[in-house]
């Protein structure tokens, strides 16, 4: 990694923080820790050699540390230097829905990404300890990309690609713009269904529970003070 040339410490934190995909690394480790496969689905444009080799300079600089040897794989966590880092990130999302919300560009409008935050942050409680299957619908996407399934149960909600079978409690229904605006906060869920930019048809509890189950964190709630473009 490129060095700023300076004993600044402005300058030291820098060259580890400012390190492109270093922040988004930090925010998903945040939640916890992740293995490298959880860790791919949140940096979806990272090639795996440079996240591995990303991941192993953090951890030479001692900001990142490996956690477990299961049969499943070892995990990252952050070290206490590492989160340190979380308030920054945390300031940077702040100032982000302050005074970057606009309307979606094309280029952002990134389908692996959306999925993997519904099921990372997804509360699979807010049905009440029973289990229950989404299906969501992406109306605006081909049909290979259309169905989405989140099983919720035993505290855990699981993304399936396929159906899982069984009973479906809650069939959601938007396009992927207006699913990615209610993640971020832009839209909330009641007035995408009051506005008939979601439709949400399934079993009264888990109707009840779809708001809880987003689990939509604190940045969504920071209001835009971005002027409308000309």
């Known amino acids: 990694m490129k060095s700023y040339g300076q004993f600044c410490p402005v300058a030291k934190a820098a060259k580890i923080f400012c390190e492109r995909w270093t922040a988004l690394i930090i925010r998903d480790l945040a939640a916890g820790p992740r293995r490298f496969s959880q860790l791919q689905r949140g940096v979806p444009l990272m090639s795996p050699s440079l996240l591995s080799a990303r991941l192993k300079w953090l951890i030479d600089e001692g900001i990142v540390a490996r956690e477990g040897h299961g049969r499943r794989g070892s995990g990252y966590a952050l070290t206490?230097?590492?989160?340190?880092?979380?308030?920054?990130?945390?300031?940077?999302?702040?100032?982000?829905?302050?005074?970057?919300?606009?309307?979606?560009?094309?280029?952002?409008?990134?389908?692996?990404?959306?999925?993997?935050?519904?099921?990372?942050?997804?509360?699979?409680?807010?049905?009440?300890?029973?289990?229950?299957?989404?299906?969501?619908?992406l109306t605006d996407q081909p049909k290979a990309k259309r169905l989405w399934w989140f099983l919720n149960q035993t505290g855990r909600c699981e993304l399936c690609v396929d159906d899982p079978g069984g009973e479906v409690n809650l069939y959601l229904a938007c396009t992927l713009p207006d699913a990615i605006y209610i993640v971020r906060g832009d839209l909330s869920p009641a007035a995408a269904i009051g506005d008939m930019r979601l439709e949400a048809i399934g079993d009264k509890w888990a109707c009840a529970g779809l708001t809880g189950w987003l689990a939509l964190g604190p940045l969504t709630r920071v209001a835009s003070r971005r002027r409308a473009s000309p």
């Open 80 to 137: 206490e230097p590492g989160r340190e880092f979380v308030p920054l990130v945390e300031a940077l999302g702040i100032w982000g829905q302050r005074w970057t919300r606009r309307s979606l560009r094309d280029h952002e409008i990134d389908l692996g990404l959306l999925v993997w935050s519904l099921e990372s942050s997804a509360d699979p409680d807010a049905f009440g300890g029973r289990r229950c299957l989404i299906r969501l619908e």
